[in-house]
């Protein structure tokens, strides 16, 4: 089944413990996104990726890293997490850059930062 | 920066029709796209119109685009109460070549049986 996988589900962390949000997708997708989905303010872009090893800012970067060593990969990482990225977190891809592909989002991780 | 924006609620009675409206302000806009969040899940796409079309039915959903106005509506036919949801506005920028999309805040519809 095509889809884009994300672990976890649910995360309960510490202020600047760091961590890390994997996505996953198996249609052989070239872009890559991530966003937060905060309330009132719909999705925010935080990183994106046109292709292996081609990363770039999104809307929303700060705090966040992300790296893209194989295509079907693309994980999230906050080096020092704190409470203002408490949100929903969604991976989403699709075929290539093109605004007539349509983005695949994964089921989202619910972060909370204490 | 460019905003979409939508209004965040609409609360419908069972098997009349939703009409979800959204603005936008980036009038190069090439693709607009209806996303559908349901409780626990991703985005799942409805539906997309290209900005040179006025109007696209796919069964039970119309959309209308209203290019001069940066209006775009999604009308649900016949709703049901599975069409509770979130439902997302986006729009992709930068002339077709950029699948970085904006999105608006989402409007929650609720289906009263």
């Known amino acids: 089944e095509a889809q884009v996988t994300q672990n976890p589900r649910y995360l309960i962390t510490v202020t600047g413990k760091k961590l890390t949000v994997t996505c996953s997708q198996n249609?052989?997708?070239?872009?890559m996104s991530w966003y937060r989905q905060d309330p009132g303010l719909g999705l925010r872009q935080i990183y994106y990726?046109?292709?292996?090893?081609?990363?770039d800012k999104g809307d929303v970067p700060e705090g966040y890293k992300v790296s893209r060593k194989e295509k079907r990969n693309f994980p999230l990482i906050l080096e020092s997490p704190s409470p203002n990225q408490t949100s929903l977190y969604f991976c989403?891809?699709?075929?290539?850059?093109?605004?007539?592909?349509?983005?695949?989002f994964g089921n989202g991780t619910r972060l909370t930062v204490t | 920066g460019e905003d979409v924006e939508q209004s965040l609620f609409l609360s419908v009675r069972e098997g009349d029709s939703s009409v979800i409206n959204c603005t936008y302000t980036?009038?190069?806009?090439?693709?607009l796209y209806w996303y559908k969040q349901e409780p626990g899940a991703g985005l799942q796409l409805l539906t997309y119109?290209?900005?040179?079309?006025d109007m696209k039915q796919d069964q039970r959903l119309t959309v209308l685009l209203n290019k001069k106005d940066k209006h775009l509506s999604l009308r649900i036919a016949d709703t049901q109460t599975g069409d509770s949801a979130i439902y997302f506005c986006?729009?992709?920028?930068?002339?077709?070549?950029?699948?970085?999309?904006?999105f608006g805040a989402g409007t929650r519809l609720t289906v009263k049986p």
């Open positions: 986006a729009e992709t920028t930068g002339g077709g070549n950029n699948n970085d999309m904006r």
């Open positions: 989403a891809s699709s075929l290539h850059r093109q605004s007539n592909s349509p983005l695949h």
């Open positions: 980036d009038s190069s806009s090439t693709y």
């Open positions: 249609m052989n997708h070239e872009y």
């Open positions: 119109i290209f900005s040179n079309m």
């Open positions: 990726s046109m292709n292996v090893e081609v990363t």
